[in-house]
C-alpha cells in the first residue's frame, strides 16, 4: 500500500508541568502531532495559536464532628447515658437523607478513679451543605450543652478536581480555536484540521481572597465558615492546517 503524499497521525504522552497543589501533584499531557509525509516544498501552510482557560472548583463536601461523653460510676450506666444521645444523633443524620457510608462513630471507653468516662464521636460527611446546617441546628435545639458539634470542614471530593481539570484544559483548547478562525478568517484562509494539540502549563491554587459572607461593602462574618475555592488554569497550544478558500474540498 502505498502512503507517498498522506499523512499519519501519532499520539504521545508527555510530562505536564508541575501543579502548585495537593503536594505537587504531576499529570501527564497529550500531544496529538501530525506527521507530513509530503516534501517540504508542499507542506501546507498552518498556523499556531495558543489558548488559555480559567475554571473555579467550589468545596463540594463538607465533614461535621458530633461528640458527647459522660462520667458515670458504673459501665451500664455511662453506656446507657451515651447510647440515649448518640442513637439521637445517628437518627436525626438518617431522617435528612445521609446515608449510613457518609457516617462514622468512634467510642472511647475509660476509667479514672471510681469513675468510668465515655466519649462518641459521629464524622458525618455532607454533599448538601444546606442539609448540613439543617442537622447542625437540630442537634443543637434538641440536645443543647450535652452535645458539641464542631465546626464544618469543607474540602473537594477527588472527582471535582478531576472535572476542574478536564474543563480548563477543554476550555483553553475552544478558546484557541476560536482565536484561530478569527486569525484564518482575517488572512482570507480557511481552517483546516489540527496538526499538533499540546497542553503547554497547568496550574491549581486556592482563592485566598474570598471573604467569609457578607455583602460587597460590608464588614466580613468573622464566624462564618468560608467555602475554599480552587481555580485551575491551563495553556494550550495549537496548530491548524490553513487552506485558501477557493479550494475545493477533497
Known amino acids: 500500500m502505498n502512503y507517498d503524499g498522506q499523512s499519519r497521525v501519532f499520539a504521545a504522552i508527555l510530562p505536564a508541568a508541575g501543579r502548585e497543589f495537593a503536594g505537587n501533584e504531576r499529570e501527564n499531557g497529550l500531544e496529538v502531532r501530525a506527521v507530513n509525509r509530503q516534501s517540504p516544498s508542499n507542506r501546507a501552510r498552518e498556523v499556531q495559536v495558543t489558548g488559555a482557560a480559567e475554571v473555579r472548583c467550589p468545596a463540594d463536601r463538607v465533614s461535621v464532628r458530633v461528640s458527647v461523653g459522660s462520667s458515670k460510676e458504673s459501665v451500664n450506666d455511662v453506656t446507657n447515658s451515651v447510647s440515649r444521645r ?3 444523633i445517628l437518627q436525626a443524620v438518617r431522617q ?6 457518609d457516617t462514622s462513630v468512634r467510642r472511647f471507653l475509660h476509667r479514672e478513679a471510681e469513675q468510668y468516662h465515655l466519649e462518641a464521636e459521629v464524622v458525618v460527611t455532607f454533599s448538601d451543605f444546606e442539609k448540613m446546617e439543617r442537622v447542625c441546628s ?10 458539641c458539634v464542631g465546626p464544618p470542614e469543607f474540602y473537594h471530593s477527588a ?3 478531576s472535572l476542574m481539570r478536564r474543563r480548563a ?4 483548547v475552544e478558546n484557541a480555536q476560536q482565536k484561530a478562525c478569527e486569525v484564518s ?9 489540527p496538526l499538533l494539540v499540546r497542553e503547554e502549563e497547568t496550574k491549581e491554587w486556592r482563592d ?9 461593602g460590608a464588614a466580613p462574618l468573622l464566624h462564618l465558615p468560608r467555602t475554599p475555592t480552587i481555580i485551575g488554569s491551563s495553556r494550550m497550544s495549537v496548530s491548524f492546517s490553513l487552506r485558501d478558500k477557493s479550494r475545493k474540498k477533497p
Open 159 to 161: 472527582e471535582s478536581l
Open 96 to 101: 435528612h437523607g445521609v446515608s449510613d457510608k
Open 138 to 147: 437540630v442537634l443543637l435545639e434538641k440536645l443543647d450543652q450535652s452535645v
Open 185 to 193: 478568517e482575517l488572512l482570507g484562509q480557511t481552517l483546516g484540521p
Open 208 to 216: 485566598e481572597d474570598e471573604e467569609g459572607g457578607g455583602y460587597q
Open 169 to 172: 484544559c477543554v476550555s483553553a
Open 86 to 88: 448518640l442513637d439521637y
